[in-house]
């Protein structure tokens, strides 16, 4: 079965596009007259020349290829746990969704799942052919539940998951977007003025000449570089983001970054905190799924987004193949706080770890909710008197030496 692009006309004379699944264009066709669409362009998508079917719906790969978007994600897989825990096939369900699933990018992913299962691929085989939309966690939770046969309520556990996970994200977006913005265009306001404005009142100086304060002096000499040099704040700039990016492409250089981030005052306390949530959410979930703790241990390490705590589960890892706990080694590391490591020996010694794990997690969000509202009150103000002593200083360079005139014309 091959997936097809069209263009019709519908019952009211109307035109309209879409995407149709079938064995041939003639039986596309037939499908979409049977609906009433009287189809006058159709061809299959994305093909390419000499290539196959399959190798159409291949998942393109590189930075400006599709994924998913978490809230969609999310809403996918409640409704297919919904359709399954129905009774409804899995070729049905997907089938169900596709008709009303609002991405493009999307629809033709779930086609192509469709059309897999349909040929005997399993839902989880046929999902991991699409790393960008299911990653290796949502993937394995689902073969999981094919293995154990309670799909439907993996699934439900797994959007409740992506939901959690995406609060989560957009709780720490949020908290770096007014402190960011505020950098931006003070920036921005700084260069302005510097390179514009300044410029323009300096020549009410020239008649003082060498008996310009200071301060003045200092303006002017800034202002000057700004006129001269404004493009080069922005090559820096770009250079930086040029160092950071080939930090964080070696392993090594990840680790130092991810180090140093997590060195930060109060900010790194906060990345901290987020990463720990994210280790016990995901761990909880996937052993509530069944999954093994040496196989969610691998999984998770790949999906903390943090190379130091990654790295510490690696070793986490090695440490329970060669006979340890896992609460031993976490303590050891340093980097997850006694608590956690208490908490997980707990958890092991009462066989209710996958419930402690979500206590962790839990308390680790309101934490984390805390630590937002300390952050913010201390970048606040601090961003507020940076910038108030920037319009002081200029200010101040600028009135002073209008005193100055005043009281030489009033004198002469």
């Known amino acids: 079965m091959a997936i097809f692009e069209y263009k ?45 079917d399959d190798d159409s ?15 969609e994600l999310s809403i996918v897989t409640r409704q297919l746990s919904t359709l399954l825990s129905a009774g409804i096939s899995a070729v049905d369900a997907l089938k169900a969704i596709i008709e009303q699933v609002e991405s493009r990018d999307m629809e033709k992913v779930l086609r192509d799942v469709r059309e897999k299962v349909t040929q005997g ?23 999981a539940g094919e293995a154990s046969g309670q799909l439907d309520t993996i699934l ?21 977007t007014y402190p960011v913005v505020m950098i931006i265009v003070g ?63 070696s392993e090594q250089g990840l680790l130092r970054y991810d180090r140093a981030r ?44 943090n190379a130091v705590l990654a790295k510490t589960i690696g070793e986490v890892h090695d440490a329970i193949l060669e006979g340890s706990d896992i609460a031993t080694p976490l303590q050891e ?28 997690s839990d308390a680790y969000d309101e934490e984390i909710d805390m630590s937002i509202s300390k952050l913010i009150s201390v970048l606040e103000p601090v961003i507020i008197i940076i910038l108030a002593g920037v319009v002081l200083f200029v200010v101040a360079a600028i009135m002073i030496p209008l005193i100055q005139m005043g009281s030489l014309t009033r004198g002469a």
Not at 57 to 71: C, D, T, V, Y
């Open 262 to 305: 997590m060195r930060l005052p109060i900010v790194g306390d906060l990345l901290r905190k987020t990463s720990i949530a994210r280790f016990a959410n995901t761990m909880a979930t996937l052993l509530q799924s069944g999954i093994p703790v040496l196989e969610s241990l691998k999984i998770v390490q790949r999906v903390v987004n």
């Open 187 to 249: 920036t921005l306001v700084v260069t302005v003025l510097m390179t514009f404005v300044v410029p323009k009142l300096t020549t009410l100086f020239k008649k003082v000449g060498e008996g310009l304060p200071a301060i003045t002096q200092a303006l002017i000499s800034i202002s000057q570089f700004f006129q001269g040099y404004w493009w080069s704040i922005f090559v820096l700039m770009f250079l930086a983001w040029l160092f950071i990016r080939a930090l964080k492409s």
């Open 121 to 143: 691929d399993t839902l989880g085989e046929a999902l991991g052919r699409h790393p960008r939309f299911f990653n290796e966690l949502f993937c394995n939770m689902v073969k």
């Open 156 to 176: 439900t556990r797994l959007a409740s998951y992506i939901v959690r996970q995406n609060r989560l994200r957009q709780k720490l977006s949020g908290a770096m």
């Open 8 to 52: 019709a006309l519908d019952t009211g004379g109307g035109t309209r596009g879409g995407i149709v699944d079938a064995d041939s264009p003639r039986e596309a066709r037939l499908k979409l007259r049977g609906d009433g669409i009287h189809v006058t362009e159709i061809h299959l998508l994305d093909a390419k020349k000499g290539g196959s």
């Open 333 to 360: 590391s340093g980097v997850f706080p006694p608590l956690v490591g208490y908490m997980i020996a707990t958890g092991e010694q009462s066989g209710q770890l996958e419930e402690l794990l979500e206590t962790v």
């Open 57 to 71: 719906q291949a998942p393109r790969i590189g930075l400006f290829a599709p994924k998913a978007n978490p809230g």
